[in-house]
């Protein structure tokens, strides 16, 4: 009797080693040696004490060479490919309108922190005209062209997000409780997007799994950046100490906009969470709980001393 062979590792990429149909334990073992490398609470470290460094010198970081005309529907490991070109729509519809986020983000953080405004939504003139972009504009607004590639090379066709109205500035008489709502919301979309771009970098491999590494780099510096401000500009606000600023629900005068718990709907229909496997719907929630813990336990480590280092003194109201 000839034995039948278990699925067999065919070959090792940055995720590990890659198999045709991964078991949830292999998938989770590909997303575990991820996490190990990208997101240690030494690298956490490096991105977050070099922004006074890119305030003088906002220097976008290069993306290494990608060979685009070899991706194909062959480098999806483990999830279906209309799965994940839906996923690939969804992320595009989310990172599309990166002006509309830099512009509100600086409008909130001018009064509290102006160099940090500038990092994120660069420099206006008297008008309010934008003379020259932010740092994390020019790093994030690669993010779309490369995905619309990506869709292209597994389908064949092109693909145009869909322009969302992103929620404009909107001031009340409290500009520092005004920053703190914005933020949340910042901050969990630049989580939800480390989280998706990990998972997305697990089923891939090849030239597709270096796109989505670029991708995921850039999404941990930005979402460490504005964590640690986040640490720093409300060292009161016990939650964001805890992690839970990502599962909790905010709410500014009843308005269902304001809601986080709104947000993660509308990304779980983006992203056409429906269509998705039970398995692969366990090891995308498990990939954000693994993530959120990892934050977590880093955030323990920033000292009062450390932020203020970074930040200054917190300015009086």
């Known amino acids: 009797m000839i034995a039948i062979q278990p699925t067999l590792a065919l070959r090792d990429d940055l995720a590990g080693p890659v198999c045709e149909t991964p078991t949830y334990r292999q998938t989770h073992q590909r997303i575990q040696r991820l996490l190990d490398h990208y997101l240690t609470s030494e690298h956490l470290n490096e991105r977050l004490v070099d922004l006074p460094q890119q305030f003088d010198q906002p220097v976008p970081r290069p993306w290494k060479p990608i060979d685009w005309q070899h991706i194909h529907a062959s480098h999806v490991v483990g999830v279906e490919l209309p799965v994940f070109c839906a996923l690939l729509v969804g992320a595009l519809d989310t990172e599309a309108p990166i002006r509309g986020y830099t512009q509100t983000s600086r409008q909130y ?5 102006p160099e940090m405004a500038t990092f994120v939504g660069g420099v206006v003139n008297h008008d309010g005209d934008l003379i020259e972009p932010g740092l994390w504009e020019k790093e994030e607004r ?6 619309s590639r990506v869709y292209l090379q597994l389908t064949g066709k092109k693909v145009k997000p869909t322009l969302r109205v992103v929620r404009s500035y909107t001031p009340t008489s409290n500009p520092r409780a005004d920053l703190y709502r914005h933020g949340v919301h910042r901050i969990a979309t630049e989580y939800g997007a480390t989280c998706l771009y990990v998972w997305m970098m697990a089923h891939a491999t090849g030239p597709l799994q270096t796109v989505f590494e670029e991708l995921l780099i850039d999404e941990i510096n930005h979402m460490t950046k504005f964590w640690g401000f986040g640490t720093w500009a409300y060292p009161e606000a016990h939650w ?14 009843n308005d269902p906009r304001n809601s986080l718990a709104r947000t993660l709907k509308r990304m779980a229909v983006v992203l056409k969470w429906a269509d998705w496997s039970i398995a692969n719907q366990c090891s995308f929630a ?19 001393n450390l932020l203020t280092n970074l930040f200054g003194d917190l300015p009086h109201d």
């Open 109 to 113: 953080l001018q009064h509290l922190h």
């Open 142 to 147: 690669q993010h779309t062209p490369a995905l």
């Open 240 to 253: 964001w100490n805890t992690g839970s600023l990502i599962l909790r629900t905010t709410r500014h005068n």
């Open 286 to 304: 498990t990939t954000c709980l693994m993530v959120l813990h990892r934050m977590w336990h880093w955030n323990r480590s920033l000292s009062r």
